[in-house]
């Protein structure tokens, strides 16, 4: 009898679950079409052409300087990705009658703002013109006073409707630079409005490193003579503090997604070996010995492995350890000459420079090992790569004629393009992670 009830009700429970599994289908396919969800990584994309008009103030107008001063920024920022072209808001006309289609734009950011008590709200949504749909709005508040950091965050947020994840344009680049005469370390936005000098020692800096929650940077000094390592607190701009000064290298530290620790080059004992440190300097554990030459460790998302540099085979090679068994695997089985490896947010890919015809380039490879997949083509010498947080775009310095400076490329090698024009040269890029 049991029995028999038992199987009685398994065609109701599996009704139910059936039914279930229908409703939240239902509900997910409902909530993806509210977003537009572009596969910007797909090579057959054309770049998406947006109309952004100037942004309503509280009385409707737009033609105020900060409505329209938030549509430029709005502009800058979705340009920066690469996947969208924006187009000039004023060729569908004007006001509630403008032909935003026959104007080119697939989609417009209609944008509003308010402003009380240094106080300010922004909103704005996206009407996609061919459906004549307009998406959910996004809004944002803020003081006043930050008004440009609230329409970068409305930026990424706009880009995340495209895409499904977050845009890069309130995050930095770190870099070297040699402007003032000497190399120092500068930080500057990705969209190179605010450039801002870090040191200012008057001697060779090398390799800045940001901590994991990007609050502090990390770079190695030579103004005492020796290779010395130092971290700064981004938060000013006054001191700066030594987390390491033995003797000998002190290099290039990757700090660990959680924060907790970083490894670093030392040669303190000899060959250049990797070392687990606090973010104090204290050093925790030896990773390597005896195994020729180890540099430029790049930790993998999740903290469980580390990609680096070693020449135990004769020539510098990628390598891949895993931290818990301590074991190494021979990553890069192409090419003579494979440095600076950079572990891709997303965990698939590590990216690293490559000596190719005798000139360097940028690939990119599975972490678990692959064939390789070169990234840059064009004229020069191209080094140090960095990731952007969304694991969509690769920075990048690029030497040609003499001259170096900051570049971005999509992972599948489209659209590069250069990041800053500055004064001097550029080098050493490293991409900051997003801020909350």
């Known amino acids: ?60 107008s737009r033609m105020s300087g900060a409505g329209k001063d938030i549509a430029q920024l709005v502009t800058a920022g979705l340009n920066f990705h690469g996947f969208i072209q924006t187009v000039d808001p004023q060729r569908g006309g004007s006001g509630s009658s403008a032909d935003w289609r026959s104007g080119g734009a697939d989609y417009v950011v209609t944008g509003r703002y308010t402003v009380s008590g240094g106080q300010m709200m922004l909103e704005a949504s996206l009407l996609d013109t061919a459906a004549d749909k307009m998406l959910p709005a996004r809004q ?23 895409t499904g994840e977050p845009g890069v344009s309130r995050t930095s680049i770190a870099f070297v630079s040699d402007g003032t005469g000497s190399k120092e370390v500068y930080l500057a936005d990705v969209l190179g409005r605010k450039v801002r000098q870090v040191t200012k020692h008057n001697h060779l800096c090398v390799s800045p490193r940001f901590t994991a929650d990007g609050g502090s940077l990390a770079y190695s000094s030579y103004h005492r003579g020796n290779q010395n390592l130092y971290i700064t607190d981004l938060s000013q701009d006054r001191t700066t503090r030594a987390i390491s000064r033995r003797e000998g290298m002190n290099l290039a530290p990757a700090f660990s997604p959680d924060g907790r620790t970083m490894i670093a080059t030392l040669s303190r004992d000899g060959s250049p070996d990797l070392y687990r440190m606090d973010v104090q300097g204290k050093i925790l554990e030896r990773l390597t ?37 301590r074991k190494s695997r021979l990553l890069t089985l192409q090419g003579k000459e494979n440095v ?26 599975p972490a678990g090992g692959g064939a390789p997949t070169r990234v840059t083509s064009g004229y020069g010498d191209y080094e140090s790569p ?6 969509r775009q690769i920075a990048f310095s690029r030497k040609r004629n003499g ?3 900051l570049c971005v490329i999509h992972a599948n090698g489209k659209g590069e393009r250069t990041l800053f024009r500055l004064k001097g040269n550029q080098s050493y890029p490293r991409w900051s992670p997003r801020r909350n």
Request: with cysteine; hydrophobic share 45%; aromatic share 8%.
């Open 289 to 325: 010995e005896g195994a020729g030459i180890n540099v430029s460790p790049s930790f993998s998302p999740d903290g469980r492995q580390i990609a680096f540099v070693s020449d135990r085979s004769g020539k510098p090679q990628i390598y891949v350890m895993d931290l818990g068994s």
């Open 386 to 391: 960095t990731w952007s947080p969304d694991g």
């Open 403 to 405: 001259q170096m400076e």
């Open 1 to 60: 009898m049991h029995a028999m009830n038992r199987r009685s009700s398994l065609p109701r429970l599996c009704s139910a679950v059936f039914s279930a599994l229908l409703v939240l289908l239902l509900v997910s396919f409902e909530a993806a079409a509210e977003r537009i969800q572009l596969d910007i990584a797909s090579s057959g994309v054309r770049k998406l052409a947006v109309a952004v008009p100037p942004f309503a103030d509280g009385s409707g």
């Open 140 to 162: 944002f508040r803020g003081a006043a006073a930050q008004q440009d950091d609230l329409t970068l965050r409305l930026v990424d947020a706009l880009v995340e409707d495209f």
């Open 340 to 365: 600076e490896p950079a572990w891709s947010p997303k965990g698939d890919l590590i990216a690293y420079t490559s000596l190719t015809a005798g000139r360097y380039h940028i690939f990119t490879i």
